[in-house]
């Protein structure tokens, strides 16, 4: 179950996962992204 967090409290971003944005050909571009908020935590990243 997702929490909710307001504006006034910090998420702190302790369980992530990979999250597929784009899959072309043998390509794959994948972002790591806060499981409660949603948040993108890194650039995405293009892996060939």
């Given at each position: 179950?997702?929490?909710?967090?307001?504006?006034?409290?910090?998420?702190?971003?302790?369980?992530?996962?990979?999250?597929?944005?784009?899959?072309?050909?043998?390509?794959?571009?994948?972002?790591?992204?806060?499981?409660?908020?949603?948040k993108?935590l890194?650039?995405?990243?293009?892996?060939?």
């Open positions: 179950m997702m929490e909710k967090y307001s504006i006034t409290e910090v998420c702190p971003h302790d369980v992530a996962y990979i999250k597929v944005l784009e899959s072309v050909c043998t390509c794959e571009t994948t972002v790591l992204t806060c499981v409660d908020c949603g993108e890194e650039k995405p990243k293009t892996e060939c």
